[in-house]
């Protein structure tokens, strides 16, 4: 297999998604999130095209298990700018319409609103990235994506047009997103707005990205930093936070989902308790029809 690959998470025993594709039509990403896990890997450039990648992934569908669905994308957003102009993920999604696959797709762009028809008509599912309500902390934290205001709008055009819709709540930070009744307010938001699964995460730490955090978000960015060096945990290659800060940042996500009626899962973080997962799947494939 060329582009299609399995999903395996840097084989992280925490990773409770069941078995999918993943799909990256664009290495880098426009997107620049500070807390972005994958500039390890994608580096810190611009979305690009990856070369030959329609010719590429025609030749892997030949012997791809069709039964399993195809995540575009884990990494390196499907919606970037250029997206406009290349039409490449566009496409992809053709091409996987073609040839009878599931499709999951995660982004954080409403420029997927472009693909509704292509969408409509396929077994599909999206899960949209919303970190927060406020159109100035999205600018702040995901500076190339489109604002969340924005997002909020995909997300009940979407909804309004019949395609199962999840959000993801992923990262939640520590001191930047994480209060207790904003997330409440944001999970309310999107329910009301036509979501039916809810994923949250809290911030897993790298040096890269602790080092964005501190240089972009000033005193609090040196806060995050100092609590991640005192209490942080290493695991599967990232610092997690002790498992109590970590669940009292989760919880007013989870019952919310689970006051409103709405399926929810944590995204590895270890807690497999019904408070933090009761969902058939955590990464939204059950949505897909
Ligand atoms: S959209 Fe995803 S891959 Fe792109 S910068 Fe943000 S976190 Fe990284």
Redesign the pocket.
Known sequence: MKVLRSFDPWRSRLCTCPPKYSLHPYTG?????L?????SY?GTKN?TPKKHFLKKLEADLRSADKGRAVNL?T???PY?PIERETMLTRRTIMLLIENSVKILIT??SDILLRDIDLLSKSSSAVML?ITTLSDELSKII?P??PPASARLRALKMLADHGIPIGVRVDPIIPFVNDDREDLGRLVEEVVSLGASHIVCSTFKARWDSLRRIERNLGGIGRRIVELYRLTGVKMGGYIYLPEDFRRSILEPVCSKARELGVTYAVCREGLFHEKYFNSPSCDGQHLIR
């Open positions: 990403c426009s997107h620049k999130c807390y972005c896990y994958a500039t994608i979305s994308s990494s390196s957003d970037p982004t954080k990235t995901e190339g994506a």
